[in-house]
C-alpha cells in the first residue's frame, strides 16, 4: 500500500487527501476546528505528508483526533467550572501552531536532508561520511518530531483529564492543594493519563517506522519532563509576563519535549560507544 501511494506525487496526494478532510471537516455539526484553525492545519497537514510520508502524517492524526478528544472529557462539568478551552474545545490557528510548530520543523528539517540540500555534492567529502551524517541527523529529526507530539499529547491528556476527574490537585512547585484548572497544578489521575498517551502515540511512531523501540522510551521520558517542566512555567512565570500565553508554553513546552529526546537518545549512544 505504501509503495503505491509513495510513487505518486506527494504534493498531489497532499492537496487532495486534506482538501477532501477539510471539506468533510466543515460540514459536520460537531466542529474540532474554527474556520481559520482549519486552513491552518490543511497547510500543517500538506507540509507533513510531503517531507514525512504518510508515516508522519499518521502521527500528527493520532495526537489531533485524541487530543481532540480528551479535550471535550467533562466538558459540561469543565464549562460549569470555568476551566473548559475556549470554543468548547474547537481548535483555532494559535492552537494548531501552538502544538504543532516544534513537529512542523523537524519534519522540515528531514525534507530538507532528503531534498539533498544540505550535501548537494557528497562526493567531495569522505566517502559515506555525508551519508551517514544525513542518516544520523535525520533519526534525530525524526525522534524529536514524535517526541514533540507524544509531549503535547501527553500535556494536553494530563492537563484535561486532571480537570475532569482529578480528585487532588496540587500546585507542582509547593505541592500546595489548588483549585482544578490552577496553572501549574498537577493530579495522580492527569499524571498517569499523560504518560498512557505519550506512551500510546509514540508506539505509533514506532509501529510506522519513525522510531525504534528505544526511540519510544525516549518520548515518553522526554514528554514526561517537558510536561513537567511546562508546568513549573505555568505556575513561576505565565502570570507574570503578558507575552507568556497558553499558545507560547505550548511551543516552548513541545520544544523542550524534543530537546529532552536529542539529548536522552545522545547521551546512550555515547554512553554505549
Known amino acids: 500500500m505504501s509503495s503505491s501511494i509513495d510513487s505518486v506525487n506527494p504534493w498531489l496526494v497532499a492537496v487532495v487527501l486534506n482538501t477532501i ?29 510531503v517531507t514525512l510520508g504518510w508515516q508522519g502524517y499518521a502521527v500528527v492524526m ?4 485524541v487530543g481532540s478528544g480528551v479535550t471535550r472529557i467533562g466538558m459540561a462539568q469543565k464549562e460549569a467550572e470555568g476551566i473548559a478551552e475556549k470554543r468548547s474545545g474547537a481548535r483555532g490557528p494559535e492552537n494548531v ?11 522540515l528539517g528531514v ?32 525522534l524529536a518530531y514524535v517526541a514533540s507530539f ?16 482529578g480528585k487532588s490537585t496540587f500546585l507542582i512547585t509547593t505541592l500546595q492543594p489548588v483549585p482544578r484548572g490552577t ?14 498517551a505519550s506512551v500510546a502515540i509514540a508506539l505509533v511512531g514506532w509501529g ?13 521520558l522526554a514528554a514526561f519532563i517537558a510536561t513537567n517542566v511546562e508546568s513549573v512555567i505555568g505556575a513561576t512565570l505565565q502570570s507574570k509576563y503578558t507575552w507568556l500565553t497558553n499558545e507560547v508554553v505550548n511551543i516552548l513546552n513541545t520544544l523542550i519535549g524534543a530537546i529532552a529526546s536529542v539529548l536522552l537518545a545522545w547521551t546512550w549512544i555515547t554512553f554505549i560507544n
Open 111 to 142: 525534507g530538507i536532508i532528503n531534498s539533498g540540500f544540505l550535501v548537494p555534492n557528497p562526493q567531495s567529502l569522505i566517502p559515506n561520511t555525508s551519508a551517514m551524517l544525513s542518516t544520523s541527523l535525520q533519526s534525530l529529526l525524526l
Open 21 to 49: 478532510l477539510l471539506g468533510l471537516a466543515w460540514i459536520v455539526p460537531k466542529k474540532l476546528l474554527t474556520p481559520a484553525g482549519l486552513f491552518h492545519a490543511w497547510f500543517l497537514a500538506i507540509l507533513i505528508w
Open 208 to 220: 510506522v517506522g519513525l522510531i525504534d523501540l528505544l526511540g519510544v522510551a525516549w518520548c515518553v
Open 97 to 107: 501552531w501552538g502544538s504543532a510548530l516544534t513537529g512542523a520543523l523537524c519534519a
Open 183 to 196: 496553572e501549574g497544578a498537577v493530579s495522580l489521575e492527569g499524571t498517569l493519563a499523560g504518560i498512557v
Open 62 to 65: 493520532f495526537y489531533f483526533l
Open 150 to 165: 507524544s509531549t503535547k499529547l501527553a500535556d494536553t491528556t494530563a492537563s484535561e483529564v486532571g480537570k475532569a476527574y
